[in-house]
């Protein structure tokens, strides 16, 4: 594994869980639409009934939020893991850079306004500090 794919764990985690997220916001609002049916009293041939879908729904809910729970918890753990690593470099620009870059997730010219430097500096420090990470053993 590179720098680079080390430190792009947490934010792939990130949009994991955000993946997971939506698909939870799909399944809440099929669970509405369901428990919500067409109640006209007339037969619809359906073997399946609007109580078996939205249960369907609500299980589908709870086990992409139990998912969800346990990717963040490794999130924050793979922060707190990559922070200690991006701190043992000894040029604080470099922390800067890989700080704002993989875990608060800023572009090149969001971090150049910050070191109120240009986006080519920015991105020349991020080679750096890449040649100059640590990988954890």
Request: overall charge neutral.
């Amino acid at each position: 594994m590179t720098p680079k794919q080390y430190l792009g764990q947490a934010r792939h985690l990130d949009a994991m869980i955000n993946c997971r997220l939506r698909e939870i916001d799909y399944w809440r609002e099929l669970s509405v639409s369901i428990s919500q049916g067409k109640f006209d009293g007339m037969p619809h041939g359906s073997a399946q009934t609007p109580d078996a879908a939205f249960v369907a729904c609500i299980e589908r809910i709870d086990e992409a939020e139990r998912d969800v729970a346990g990717k963040v918890a490794k999130l924050i753990d793979k922060r707190e893991e990559i922070g200690r690593q991006i701190s043992l470099l000894p040029s604080r620009e470099e922390q800067i850079v890989l700080r704002s870059r993989y875990i608060d997730g800023y572009t090149w010219d969001e971090i150049a306004a910050i070191l109120n430097v240009s986006t080519r500096t920015v991105q020349r420090i991020h080679g750096s500090a890449l040649k100059n990470f640590s990988m954890p053993e």
